[in-house]
C-alpha cells in the first residue's frame, strides 16, 4: 500500500484545498511592502506589534497583554515554565490534549485528570477534588471543541471555573485554538473576558484558522505575567518569527481571516457529518458525540475492543488513528481520536470501512 492509499485521521489540520494559497500570498506580499524592515529584522521578544495589537483589540485587553509565540504549544511551555515547578499540582481534563499532557508529565508536574463531560470540565468533581485539599497551580482546559472529546464548556460551567480559581488561588489557563471553528449554536464567551480577578491566561493559535505553517499562537494573560514570560522568551530566541507574524497581521486586516474560517467551518462541518453518519452504518456499536464544532470526534469502541490492537489492525489496511490511551494517564483503552479536519468528503465513508473491518478482525481475534 502506497502513501497515496494512507487514510489518515490522525492529525488536525486542514486539508490544503481548504487552505487559503491566494489570501496568504497577498498578505506576504504586503508584509514586506509595507514593512520591509519589521518583518526581517530583530524585533521584540513579545511578538510582532501590529499583530500584538490586533489580538489585543479581539480580546478586548492591552497590547501589553499579549505576547506572540512560534506556535501555541510555545506558548504553553513559556506559561508552564513560568507556573509549574517540578512536583507541583496541575488539573488537566481526561482526555486531554496528547502533548500538553506530555509536556506537563516531563516537567515533573503532579497531574491530576478531572473528566470531562457532554458540558466539558465536570466542575463538581474538581471541587471535589479541590475539598480533598489538592492545590493546584495551575487548571488547564481546553472550552470549546476540546482536543480530544469535542466536548465544549458551557458557560455555567465556565463561571463555576472561575469562581472555584478565584476561591483556591489557581489560574486557569484557557487553551482555545477551536473557538472559530463553530458549525452550530450560539458562541460562549471566553473564560478570559468574564474574568473580573486576573485568574485566566488565554491561549490560541491561528494553525486552525490560516494554516499550520505560519506556526503562529499567542498568549494573553495579565502585564506583569506577560512581561515575565516575554524575557523568558528573549533569552530563548531573541525574537520569535516575525516574516510569519507579519503575513498573519496583514491575513488578518484584510478580512481574509474571516473568509478563512467560514471555508474551514464549512467544510469540516460536512466532514463531520458525514464521518458520523459513516460510523453509524459501519461502526452501529461505536459510541460517540457528534461535536458542534473543531477537528475531532472521540469514539469508544464497540465490544470493548482495544484500542492498540484496533491501532495496529488499521494500520495494516492504510488508516491512521490516534489511541486514546496517548490522552490520558492510564486510561483511553478502548478509545479513539478521529481527525476529519485533513480527510477530503470523497475518502471519508472508505475510512471508516477499513476502519470497521480492522475493529472486526480485532473483536473476532478474542472470540
Not at 490522525?10 to 494559497?21: E, T
Not at 505575567?225 to 484584510?254: D, E, K, W
Not at 480527510?343 to 471508516?352: A, C, L, N, P
Amino acid at each position: 500500500m502506497t502513501a497515496a492509499d494512507l487514510i489518515s485521521f490522525a492529525r488536525g489540520a486542514p486539508s490544503l484545498d481548504i487552505v487559503d494559497i491566494a489570501g496568504l500570498t497577498e498578505a506576504a506580499t504586503r508584509a514586506f511592502e509595507t514593512d520591509p524592515a519589521g518583518i526581517t529584522g530583530y524585533g521584540s521578544g513579545l511578538g510582532y506589534l501590529p499583530l500584538r495589537e490586533w489580538i489585543a483589540g479581539k480580546h478586548g485587553v492591552d497590547t501589553g497583554q499579549v505576547l506572540v509565540t512560534n506556535g501555541s504549544m510555545q506558548a504553553d511551555a513559556f506559561l508552564f515554565g513560568h507556573l509549574v515547578s517540578a512536583g507541583d499540582d496541575v488539573v488537566t481534563e481526561a482526555p486531554t490534549y496528547d502533548r500538553t499532557l506530555g509536556v506537563l508529565v516531563d516537567m515533573g508536574a503532579k497531574v491530576h485528570h478531572v473528566p470531562v463531560r457532554p458540558d466539558g470540565l465536570d466542575v463538581e468533581e474538581l471541587r471535589r477534588l479541590l475539598a480533598s485539599g489538592v492545590r493546584p497551580v495551575l487548571v488547564h482546559v481546553i472550552p470549546n471543541f476540546q482536543n480530544p472529546s469535542g466536548a465544549t464548556l458551557s458557560l455555567a460551567n465556565r463561571r463555576t471555573l472561575l469562581e472555584l480559581a478565584v476561591e483556591y488561588g489557581f489560574t486557569v489557563f484557557e487553551d482555545d485554538p477551536y473557538a472559530e471553528i463553530r458549525f452550530s449554536g450560539e458562541r460562549l464567551p471566553t473564560m478570559l473576558s468574564l474574568d473580573t480577578d486576573g485568574v485566566v491566561v488565554h491561549a490560541s493559535s491561528f494553525t486552525k484558522t490560516v494554516c499550520p505553517g505560519v506556526r503562529v499562537g499567542y498568549l494573553v494573560g495579565p502585564a506583569d505575567m506577560i512581561a515575565a514570560i516575554g524575557n523568558r522568551a528573549v533569552s530563548t530566541y531573541i525574537t520569535p518569527g516575525l516574516v510569519a507574524q507579519g503575513i498573519v497581521h496583514q491575513f488578518c486586516i484584510s478580512g481574509a481571516i474571516d473568509r478563512s474560517v467560514r471555508t474551514v467551518c464549512d467544510a469540516l462541518a460536512h466532514r463531520c457529518r458525514l464521518l458520523a453518519e459513516a460510523l453509524r452504518t459501519h461502526l452501529p456499536g461505536a459510541r460517540f458525540t457528534e461535536p458542534a464544532g473543531g477537528y475531532f470526534l472521540w469514539v469508544d469502541l464497540p465490544d470493548g475492543a482495544r484500542a492498540d490492537a484496533v491501532f495496529e489492525a488499521a494500520a495494516a489496511r492504510g488508516v491512521a488513528v490516534v489511541k486514546g490511551t496517548d490522552f490520558v494517564l492510564g486510561g483511553g483503552k478502548h478509545s479513539l481520536r478521529l481527525a476529519y479536519s485533513a480527510v477530503t468528503d470523497d475518502r471519508i465513508e472508505e475510512g471508516v470501512r477499513r476502519l470497521a473491518d480492522a475493529v472486526a478482525s480485532v473483536t473476532a481475534s478474542r472470540i
